[in-house]
């Protein structure tokens, strides 16, 4: 039974950069697709990156070129690495897990396992 565990939400400022960090706990699948999604006060929660077990990666247009996902294989942990953070990037941020995945997506509806998200603020 894997369990996931975020940290590394804060206050920044406007260009600053944060790494959030998702222990998962557990057996990991070798075929399995990690990702971190967000939601935004009054909006529905949106995927901006994924990465499956083979290191595929997918970003939404909102984040390419100033977020990167990645993985620690030995640690079970998933990173989002934040630059050039913007107000617009206030959110939740949750990673999530699904087991036989067979390539990365950042549909929402594909993942069945959750973090209890971390918060990202503006200051």
Not at 19 to 32: H, K
Request: with cysteine; aromatic share 12%; net charge neutral.
């Amino acid at each position: 039974h894997v369990q996931l565990v975020e940290s590394g939400g804060g206050s920044v400022q406007a260009g600053g950069s944060l790494r959030l960090s998702c222990a998962a706990s557990g057996y990991l699948y070798s075929s399995y697709c990690m990702g971190w999604f967000r939601q935004a006060a009054g909006k529905e929660r949106e995927g901006i990156a994924t990465i499956d077990g083979d290191g595929s990666v997918i970003y939404a247009d909102s984040v390419k070129g100033r977020f990167t996902i990645s993985k620690d294989n030995n640690k079970n942990t998933l990173y989002l690495q934040m630059n050039s953070l913007q107000p617009e990037d206030t959110a939740v941020y949750y990673c999530a897990y699904e087991s036989g995945c067979q390539q990365p997506t950042l549909n929402k509806v594909a993942y069945t396992l959750w973090g209890q998200g971390t918060q990202v603020t503006f200051s």
